[in-house]
């Protein structure tokens, strides 16, 4: 839902990002959480290892990354001060997405390796979240009911590649989708591909954002997503295929709009 880069090309902060880069946090915390990226992220982006080899690493990663959060003594009123202070870009045309959907009782799953609260949170701010067709499946700070502070985040933890809709049937998301045939999956990772693993579909439909280093890896993203959107590009493919699709639903005739696509190099 965010943009990879921010205005000024530097890094758009992610809600593990949003909390660590804090005034509230101490410079210790950002220190150690640095490190973290530093040595794991490394390993998620690697081009050698499998999928399988990488998981225990996305483990050790997330934990220690929730041990340094629960550490500092975060409350909620904490959470909503930090959103306001490190203000994260989202893709352009997410609002128009999100809005169609809330209109048209479409169920919006947000599927997340990050922190609902922030999430939640970042979407309020904006007049976004939408709790009847809205739902956020991702990780979840726990507060202590009688200090009010973050002590412990629950269960399940989701990484980037445990991300898959067998999570969905214990939630009460699955109740809104499970007589539904047909799934647009978004995602800007490979993992992201298997968010709609565990539940029978008629139709899924993935598109993938390949945000930077499009020569490397357009290849992967092709054989993985059905649509590939390069550059850290916009909504706006998506926002079209479900104009169309809501035609088909009995809705005004939709024309589609000249669309311009980017073929890479080796392409058919």
């Not at 539940?199 to 280093?213: A, W």
């Amino acid at each position: 839902m965010t943009r990879f880069f921010a205005p000024n090309r530097e890094r758009n902060p992610g809600s593990h990002k949003i909390l660590s880069s804090s005034s509230r946090l101490t410079e210790e915390f950002k220190k150690e959480s640095d490190k973290l990226c530093e040595n794991y992220y490394p390993i998620e982006i690697d081009k050698v290892l499998t999928k399988e080899e990488k998981i225990p690493f996305m483990i050790e990663w997330w934990g220690k990354a929730h041990e340094l959060l629960i550490g500092q003594n975060i409350n909620k009123k904490d959470v909503k001060g930090m959103v306001a202070e490190t203000p994260t870009e989202l893709r352009p045309g997410l609002d128009v997405l999100i809005r169609k959907c809330k209109d048209n009782d479409i169920p919006f799953l947000i599927f997340s390796a990050g922190i609902a609260n922030v999430i939640e949170e970042v979407l309020t701010t904006r007049n976004l979240y939408h709790p009847n067709n809205m739902h956020i499946i991702s990780n979840q700070m726990g507060f202590n009911s009688k200090t009010g502070i973050c002590d412990h985040f629950k269960v399940p933890l989701i990484h980037v590649f445990n991300k898959n809709e067998i999570i969905i049937k214990n939630s009460p998301y699955y109740n809104t989708i499970k007589n539904r045939g047909n799934v647009i999956l978004l995602g800007d990772s490979i993992g992201d591909i298997h968010m709609a693993d565990g539940i029978q579909h008629n139709i899924c439909l993935t598109v993938g954002f390949l945000n930077h280093d499009v020569e490397d890896y357009i290849n992967t993203y092709l054989e993985t997503f059905d649509v590939v959107v390069v550059d850290d590009g916009p909504m706006d493919i998506v926002n079209h295929i479900l104009d169309a699709s809501l035609v088909g639903m009995g809705q005004n005739s939709y024309e589609l709009p000249l669309i311009r696509y980017k073929t890479p190099k080796n392409a058919s």
